[in-house]
């Protein structure tokens, strides 16, 4: 497997993980969805959009936009916490958004190249070195996004676990790869 397949196949882990999460929050009751934690994002619905904007603005860089906001939210604010115009309202509105987000990058990934991996991302920061443009290896920030991910995702499922939600969703690279060979 070279360095393409390797992430192609992280960022399919990382879109399964998704699809698995939104099936385990389609029974909550916009009430738990919104319930104080003193983990993540701090609510089940705010670390979804968390997740779901981070992958959308990094793509957005990856694109080379260079200043990527997320639909709804204003400049200088954080992705996922702005509740404004353009914000994304339901569960229903963000599977939909989700499943167009994924189409984006599969396309993105279809692309890939070492030569791409090599070449740098340039991004303006929304939070270290807040509105400082920094340069990254492309291969980090596609890393970075599956890494992302499995943090968040961790945390989005100890949320889940204290709603007692069961069963939990299975988010294992593992248990997909057992999946496709069966």
């Known amino acids: 497997m070279n360095a393409c397949d390797l992430i192609r196949r992280l960022h399919q882990h990382r879109m399964w993980v998704n699809h698995q999460l939104q099936q385990a929050v389609r029974s909550l009751t916009d009430e738990q969805l919104r319930?104080?934690?003193?983990?993540?994002?701090?609510?089940?619905?705010?670390?979804?959009?968390h997740l779901f904007a981070a992958e959308f603005i990094w793509l957005e860089a990856l694109l080379g936009n260079e200043s990527p906001i997320m639909?709804?939210?204003a400049p200088g604010k954080l992705p996922g916490n702005q509740e404004g115009e353009g914000a994304i309202a339901s569960r229903e509105e963000l599977f939909v958004r989700w499943q167009e987000?994924?189409?984006r990058w599969l396309e993105y990934l279809g692309q890939l190249s070492d030569e791409a991996l090599a070449g740098m991302t340039y991004k303006t920061s929304t939070s270290s070195g807040l509105a400082k443009c920094h340069a990254t290896k492309t291969a980090d920030v596609l890393l970075h996004v599956c890494t992302h991910a499995q943090y968040t995702t961790a945390q989005l499922v100890n949320m889940l676990?204290?709603?007692?939600v069961s069963p939990l969703p299975d988010t294992m690279l593992i248990s997909l790869a057992r999946s496709e060979a069966s």
């Open 101 to 103: 987000l994924d189409r």
């Open 71 to 73: 639909p709804g939210d």
């Open 35 to 49: 319930q104080a934690f003193a983990i993540g994002q701090g609510s089940v619905w705010r670390t979804l959009t």
């Open 161 to 164: 676990r204290q709603l007692g």
